[in-house]
């Protein structure tokens, strides 16, 4: 039996902390928080879960850091110290058996839902399904700064918290990779225009964590390859905004793609080489291109399923963190099995409704794997007989009507 040597090895962070393994369960939205964005019971049931899995880093799903922005109506909010009491237990009982919990911390901009009043972004461009995603409005500076600050402060507070780091996300289309992208970035002041200015807003947040956490807290950082549309933001442009993060100290780097257009990151919308299927990670050229420009450690994300692939990307030194998502939703315990040599892939079935235009949008695949953390957070095992068709209809229903 294979025992995954490579991926049991310890690896220690630009700041000086050393995650125990070289797995990493990539973020997925948990959408299961109690009323005002509270992390509820059933969160930490499936964190529990998940922490005896003995995996590397525990991302947490996007934690909102602004109760007037939400992506789905139950994410978990932290925008102040009220929730202080479920944070801590969050990160006491995902880190009991040695794994480190990061909280990815986000703002949806127009990825944000009718439900939302007022919903702003860097500019003032709509997402083309307009019966569920308003206009926005472009920030102004106050409120770009308010941001930045709500980001630090979000970080600061999971640290007092006890949780182990911190992920801004900046991909997937959402307010950070909207200021990135010169298709949703239409500003002239200094956070519009050249490439230098579109990725300030990045890098202030950045900025702001570390100086609120200080130099010893891990920080890292989620980044679209390309976001896959014409006009947008591509391939390199993120190598460019990689040079400028690695040059400020962040401690990782995640590599993803796609939007809510383009959903690259679920592998729809993206013609992939045969070499790249061979290295299965939907991502794996562009890894390569951004090993060669930063030392910053590198996690990849997005298509690994076999342990053989999953070490050697990391033995040639393409990477550094192996990321899996879905497969945890189905396979809590997966970190454990590749480690003991009881489990060498992990196969989960398609997440597609046969009608095109719905299986494109990546809210869909978000959502099954998302009722399949919340069976999980009851108790139960994961159903991968689920319906899609039932989960499609319930994500229209929470989002038309709550």
């Known amino acids: ?57 525990l991302i947490s799903g996007n934690v909102m850091m602004d109760s007037k922005a939400l992506n789905e109506p139950r994410n ?32 949806p901009g127009r990825q944000s839902p009718k439900f939302n009043k007022d919903v702003v972004s860097a500019s003032d461009v709509q997402l083309p399904m307009k019966s569920l995603f308003p206009k926005p409005r472009p920030m102004t500076e106050d409120e770009i700064w308010e941001c930045i600050e709500g980001f630090g402060n979000c970080a600061l507070i999971a640290k007092k918290a006890g949780w182990k780091g911190v992920q801004i996300h900046g991909a997937h289309g ?56 014409r006009g947008a ?21 995640e590599v993803s793609g796609g939007t809510y257009e383009k959903a690259a990151m679920m592998g729809a919308g993206k013609k992939v080489k045969e070499s790249t299927q061979k290295r299965e990670a939907y991502f794996a050229d562009f890894i390569v291109k951004a090993r060669a420009r930063t030392k910053a450690p590198l996690l990849l994300t ?28 189905v396979f809590p315990h997966l970190s454990k099995e590749l480690f003991d040599g009881t489990r060498t892939e992990v196969h989960i079935p398609p997440v597609k409704t046969g009608l095109k235009f719905i299986d494109k949008m990546g809210f869909l695949d978000i959502s099954y794997f998302s ?9 139960k095992l994961p159903n991968p007989k689920l319906s899609v068709w039932s989960v499609f209809f319930n994500f229209i229903k929470e989002t038309m009507f709550k």
């Open 1 to 57: 039996m294979n025992s995954a040597k490579t991926l049991q090895q310890s690896f220690t962070l630009p700041c000086g902390v050393t995650i125990p393994n070289r797995i990493v369960k990539s973020a997925m939205s948990e959408n299961n928080a109690d009323n005002g964005g509270k992390p509820s019971e059933r969160i930490l049931q499936l964190y529990k879960t998940w922490g005896e899995g003995g995996t590397g880093i």
């Open 76 to 107: 978990v909010v932290v925008e102040d110290e009220k929730h202080m009491a479920e944070l801590k237990k969050w990160a006491e009982v995902s880190q009991k058996h040695g794994s480190h919990l990061w909280m990815q911390i986000n703002h």
């Open 174 to 229: 959402y307010l950070v990779s909207q200021f990135l992208s010169t298709l949703t970035n239409l500003r002239t002041d200094k956070w519009g225009g050249s490439l230098e200015n579109r990725a300030r807003f990045a890098l202030e947040i950045y900025r702001n964590m570390r100086k609120k956490v200080g130099p010893n807290f891990p920080i890292g950082i989620k980044i679209n390859s390309a976001d896959f549309q």
């Open 233 to 253: 933001f591509t391939e390199e442009e993120s190598l460019e905004v990689i040079d400028m993060l690695s040059g400020e100290g962040m401690d990782m780097i």
């Open 302 to 329: 997005g298509g690994f399923r076999t342990l053989e692939i999953m070490e050697r990307a990391i033995e040639n030194n393409e990477l550094d963190f192996v990321g899996l998502a879905r497969p945890f939703a």
């Open 371 to 379: 009722k399949q953390m919340k069976l999980m957070g009851k108790g």
